[in-house]
């Protein structure tokens, strides 16, 4: 590969901050990852997985598939991968062991990486960001989400586990509201995945670690600054959760993620975060600040790919009382009370693809949580 200038200033940033280290990058060693993910985009794929004692690994269309190389040891990863974070995410990284942050590659576009450890050793999983932010009609999820768009207020949860497509669908939701309505939106991310550019809303994007040190500290900042939508990437501890509910009831419209399966341990987790002291007045004021719970997964398409499959809660007066009096187990069957006000269950989802022909019957079967209510939906 011919001599690039800029790989020589990366190892010499790394080397500068490796005091304690074992390793020190070459110029050969971080070439190593242009290498790697010049395959990973020439396949098609949507991830790098580097795991000690083994090759490099690519998910592609949701399965994984070795490059052929050489096993990895935990030197490799790390000399490959620490000099594409920024400095703030090298230090996150030698003192606390995971760090992540987005890095771009001239003529391969945007990626975000979580270095961590595992064993003792050095890992990275690096995914590949789509140049384009996606439009929610592209996605493949059921039209009724553009409502959420349109709320004027409230707290909207988006759960799933990770590589659901979660922060692919916060940031199509987003993009709905920039090219429609004229808002200001302030985005709070770790890392930024997408970038959107103003179209008749003004964006500011906050990237922790870089613009701020953490979300909750970039939260209480975005509410000085007179936005109309909140974006929290990632709600991780629990004065930032109680930060976000307090902006929704004040009349702004949080969009925030959370790795949950379904509306009830959304709730859950949110109140199972709070001492048992405060959990009760926690559940309070959430039922007054929730609009809506989203919550999605991927399943195989037939023919090659991945789809989305969802569930949707609009919070009514029902699920707002079922919340206070945490009778979760109640919840899922708030969604077949409010379908007309644009709910549908997880199987609803499931049942629309199967009769598209997009994903197979018994893969649906598979991921149901009611399967029963997946079989009636089937026969309607």
């Given at each position: 590969?011919?001599?690039?200038?800029?790989?020589?200033?990366?190892?010499?940033?790394?080397?500068?901050?490796?005091?304690?280290?074992?390793?020190?990058?070459?110029?050969?060693?971080?070439?190593?990852?242009?290498?790697?993910?010049?395959?990973?985009?020439?396949?098609?794929?949507?991830?790098?997985?580097?795991?000690?004692?083994?090759?490099?690994?690519?998910?592609?269309?949701?399965?994984?598939?070795?490059?052929?190389?050489?096993?990895?040891?935990?030197?490799?990863?790390?000399?490959?991968?620490?000099?594409?974070?920024?400095?703030?995410?090298?230090?996150?990284?030698?003192?606390?062991?995971?760090?992540?942050?987005?890095?771009?590659?001239?003529?391969?576009?945007?990626?975000?990486?979580?270095?961590?450890?595992?064993?003792?050793?050095a890992a990275a999983a690096i995914r590949a960001l789509p140049r384009q932010v996606p439009r929610l009609a592209d996605l493949g999820l059921p039209s009724e989400l553009d409502q959420l768009t349109r709320l004027p207020r409230?707290?909207?949860?988006?759960g799933g586990p990770t590589g659901s497509g979660k922060t692919t669908t916060l940031a199509a939701l987003v993009a709905e509201i920039n090219v429609r309505d004229a808002r200001h939106i302030v985005t709070i991310e770790d890392?930024?995945?997408?970038?959107?550019?103003?179209?008749?809303?003004?964006?500011?994007?906050?990237?922790?670690?870089?613009?701020?040190?953490?979300?909750?500290?970039?939260?209480?900042?975005?509410?000085?600054?007179?936005?109309?939508?909140?974006?929290?990437?990632?709600?991780?501890?629990?004065?930032?959760?109680?930060?976000?509910?307090?902006?929704?009831?004040?009349?702004?419209?949080?969009?925030?993620?959370?790795?949950?399966?379904?509306?009830?341990?959304?709730?859950?987790?949110?109140?199972?975060s709070f001492p048992p002291e405060r959990q009760n007045t926690v559940r309070q004021e959430l039922a007054m600040a929730l609009a809506a719970i989203l919550t999605q997964t991927l399943l195989p398409k037939r023919g090659g790919?991945?789809?989305?499959?969802?569930?949707?809660?609009?919070?009514?007066?029902?699920?707002?009382?079922?919340?206070?009096?945490?009778?979760?187990?109640?919840?899922?069957?708030?969604?077949?009370?409010?379908?007309?006000?644009?709910?549908?269950?997880?199987?609803?989802?499931?049942?629309?693809?199967?009769?598209?022909?997009?994903?197979?019957?018994?893969?649906?079967?598979?991921?149901?949580?009611?399967?029963?209510?997946?079989?009636?939906?089937?026969?309607?």
């Amino acid at each position: 590969m011919p001599h690039d200038p800029d790989i020589d200033r990366l190892v010499s940033e790394l080397n500068a901050l490796g005091e304690g280290s074992s390793t020190r990058a070459t110029a050969e060693d971080t070439a190593k990852l242009e290498r790697w993910l010049h395959a990973l985009a020439d396949r098609g794929g949507s991830d790098l997985l580097l795991v000690a004692g083994a090759a490099p690994v690519l998910r592609v269309d949701g399965g994984v598939s070795g490059l052929g190389a050489s096993p990895l040891d935990g030197a490799d990863i790390e000399d490959a991968v620490l000099p594409a974070l920024p400095s703030h995410a090298q230090r996150q990284y030698r003192e606390g062991g995971t760090a992540d942050a987005s890095f771009a590659l001239t003529g391969l576009g945007r990626f975000r990486i979580n270095l961590h450890r595992e064993r003792g050793r050095a890992a990275a999983a690096i995914r590949a960001l789509p140049r384009q932010v996606p439009r929610l009609a592209d996605l493949g999820l059921p039209s009724e989400l553009d409502q959420l768009t349109r709320l004027p207020r409230g707290l909207v949860l988006i759960g799933g586990p990770t590589g659901s497509g979660k922060t692919t669908t916060l940031a199509a939701l987003v993009a709905e509201i920039n090219v429609r309505d004229a808002r200001h939106i302030v985005t709070i991310e770790d890392p930024i995945e997408y970038e959107h550019t103003h179209q008749r809303s003004v964006v500011e994007q906050v990237e922790i670690g870089v613009d701020a040190p953490d979300f909750l500290t970039a939260l209480r900042s975005a509410l000085r600054q007179a936005p109309d939508v909140i974006v929290v990437g990632e709600m991780r501890d629990p004065e930032t959760m109680r930060m976000a509910v307090s902006a929704a009831e004040t009349g702004h419209l949080v969009l925030a993620t959370m790795h949950t399966a379904d509306a009830a341990s959304t709730i859950g987790r949110i109140g199972d975060s709070f001492p048992p002291e405060r959990q009760n007045t926690v559940r309070q004021e959430l039922a007054m600040a929730l609009a809506a719970i989203l919550t999605q997964t991927l399943l195989p398409k037939r023919g090659g790919g991945i789809v989305p499959a969802a569930e949707l809660l609009m919070v009514s007066y029902g699920a707002r009382q079922h919340i206070r009096k945490n009778a979760l187990q109640h919840l899922h069957q708030e969604i077949t009370l409010t379908r007309k006000h644009g709910s549908f269950s997880l199987e609803d989802s499931l049942a629309r693809l199967v009769k598209a022909g997009t994903i197979e019957r018994t893969d649906a079967l598979a991921r149901a949580a009611h399967a029963e209510e997946l079989e009636m939906a089937l026969r309607g």
